[in-house]
């Protein structure tokens, strides 16, 4: 599809477990956003990637979260050895320009992480 | 301190009548940008509207208009003729620092949006 893609939809995890979620921008978009949604709040901001480069990972709530964009497309965020309070959707947006200016991001469906 | 203060978490509205969700922020940056989202239960952000702090009039996309009070720092969205579809969650959010090189979007809470028949 045209618009922005991820992956899994749904993952459950067992506490402690390594879980990988992948993000599909928009072809040709060259920032790229994650954010981490939990029930009943607004996404938070977790990292921001200009082309491969990440140039703000000050949201990623501890050492466990990583992320990476090696060929500045094709985005994973990784946890390890995930935690109950990791259980969110996490969502990942991307935009067409390195300045963000105007309009908007385009967000992707998100991928509702349980962990159990 | 929050930057975006959503106070209502649910509203209700009855079809085809207008409703206001309100939304006030704190900033010191002279250049932002505010939007509204909608979330279905899908989970999907849609993109509305967006005003930017330099902006002279109030944004308006179809259905969608945001009354944009800069003194006040405020940025309601107002629906008009509400339709059954309209029934989501809706966040407020802002990007600080157009000048600048990353863009971090800081969203309120959120208020639920029900509408009735």
């Known amino acids: 599809g045209a618009g922005v893609s991820q992956s899994p939809r749904y993952k459950v995890a067992k506490r402690g477990q390594d879980v990988a979620l992948r993000c599909d921008p928009i072809s040709g978009h060259v920032s790229l956003f994650w954010y981490q949604q939990a029930l009943g709040q607004g996404p938070e901001f977790l990292t921001y990637?200009?082309?491969?480069?990440?140039?703000?990972k000050s949201g990623l709530p501890s050492d466990r979260f990583f992320a990476e964009r090696p060929e500045g497309s094709v985005s994973t965020l990784k946890i390890q050895r995930t935690q109950q309070e990791d259980s969110a959707v996490y969502l990942c947006?991307?935009?067409?320009?390195?300045?963000?200016?105007?309009?908007?991001?385009?967000f992707g469906e998100g991928s509702w992480l349980t962990v159990v | 301190a929050q930057k975006i203060t959503q106070t209502q978490p649910g509203m209700f509205v009855q079809e085809k009548e207008a409703v206001t969700l309100d939304c006030t922020y704190d900033t010191s940056d002279p250049s932002y940008g505010l939007f509204w989202y909608k979330q279905p239960s899908s989970g999907e952000m849609i993109f509305l509207i967006y005003?930017?702090?330099?902006?002279?009039q109030n944004a308006t996309e179809g259905r969608y208009s945001l009354n944009f009070q800069k003194a006040r720092k405020s940025a309601n969205l107002v629906i008009s003729a509400s339709q059954l579809g309209d029934s989501a969650m809706y966040f407020c959010a802002m990007r600080e620092g157009d000048t600048s090189g990353t863009y971090k979007y800081i969203f309120g809470t959120g208020t639920r949006l029900k509408v009735l028949a």
């Open positions: 990637f200009q082309n491969e480069a990440q140039l703000d």
């Open positions: 005003q930017g702090s330099y902006d002279q």
């Open positions: 947006a991307s935009s067409p320009k390195g300045r963000v200016s105007g309009n908007t991001i385009y």
